[in-house]
């Protein structure tokens, strides 16, 4: 099954990012995507960047067959109430990257057509997310479908919906916690000579280099870290001491906070 129209609702961060991504693929020219969006200069920026734009919700849905849902969790109540009469049985697959909306209630609003419940990151923009996927009413075709679209937007997984929220922090708030390593690690570079601009650069082709070398190997992190530290060595004793102050200990817990308050702020946001 092709897409040959999609419709995105809400044109904020997450959404220009997934209209970016989808035009990147090659494979959907400005004409194929609209974008949806109520807020005036928003409108204008993604004029002006060359989308499709529209603030007709409604028409969106109509002429598209992908609808790609990013409003804010408060946002989405009247957005599914609002769009409601212009979803077709048969016709509409519905996305929505929302968090903490679970798949049943935009079942109980649209009814049963296929819904995918999506938890993507930023870098789906440049076609490098870790897409976590549920969903339900679909069929086989659909299914493939739809994780071939966001397996050209990186990578892409179907798992429990239960999982929905671990998924949340794990990788969608995983880009934050990742640019914080590397913020962290460009200033202590800059403290042992590099400029900042250098500092970044080398911080960020490292980070990519470990990414890729465990996606790659599919090793264990640390049979990684086994290569590269001597006995008495540098890297060790850096190591060594970054656990001593908390590395680790710290990540998991910022981890475990983030997930802990997903349900407090089920109606605010990521
Ligand atoms: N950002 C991320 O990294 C990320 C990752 C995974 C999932 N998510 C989820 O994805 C959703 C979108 O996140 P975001 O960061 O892109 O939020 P955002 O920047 O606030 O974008 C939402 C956009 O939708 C507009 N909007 C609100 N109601 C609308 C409606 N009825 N019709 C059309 N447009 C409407 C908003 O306008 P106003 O500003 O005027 O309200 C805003 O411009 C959230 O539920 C978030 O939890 C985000």
Redesign the pocket.
């Known amino acids: 099954m092709k897409f040959n129209k999609i419709a995105i609702?809400?044109?904020?961060?997450?959404?220009t990012s997934i209209i970016k991504g989808l035009l990147k693929t090659g494979d959907f020219r400005n004409d194929d995507v609209i974008v949806?969006?109520?807020?005036d200069r928003?409108r204008k920026f993604l004029t002006d960047s060359g989308f499709q734009v529209t603030e007709d919700?409604r028409k969106a849905v109509s002429e598209s067959e992908l609808v790609i849902i990013?409003?804010?969790?408060q946002?989405v109540d009247?957005?599914l109430n609002?769009i409601k009469s212009a979803v077709v049985k048969n016709r509409h697959i519905i996305t929505y990257?929302?968090?903490g909306l679970a798949i049943s209630e935009v079942e109980k609003k649209l009814g049963a057509i296929p819904v995918f419940r999506l938890?993507?990151?930023?870098a789906i923009e440049i076609g490098e997310s870790m897409t976590c996927i549920s969903y339900k009413n679909s069929n086989d075709d659909i299914t493939e479908s739809v994780l071939a679209l966001f397996e050209k937007l990186g990578k892409a997984i179907v798992i429990n919906e239960e999982l929905m929220g671990a998924a949340?922090v794990l990788g969608?708030c995983g880009?934050a916690y990742a640019l914080r390593y590397m913020r962290a690690a460009s200033q202590g570079g800059i403290e042992i000579g590099f400029s900042a601009e250098l500092s970044q650069l080398i911080t960020a082709q490292t980070l990519k280099g470990a990414s890729e070398l465990i996606l790659e190997s599919e090793n264990h992190p640390e049979r990684e870290i086994d290569k590269v530290t001597t006995p008495q060595g540098i890297t060790i004793s850096g190591l060594n001491e970054m656990e001593h102050q908390g590395f680790s200990s710290a990540l998991i817990k910022g981890l475990v906070t983030s997930f802990n308050k997903l349900d407090k702020f089920k109606n605010n946001?990521?």
């Open positions: 609702i809400g044109g904020g961060n997450l959404g949806s969006e109520i807020r928003r919700n990013a409003v804010k969790p946002q009247p957005l609002e990257t929302v968090s938890m993507p990151n930023t949340t969608a880009i946001d990521t």
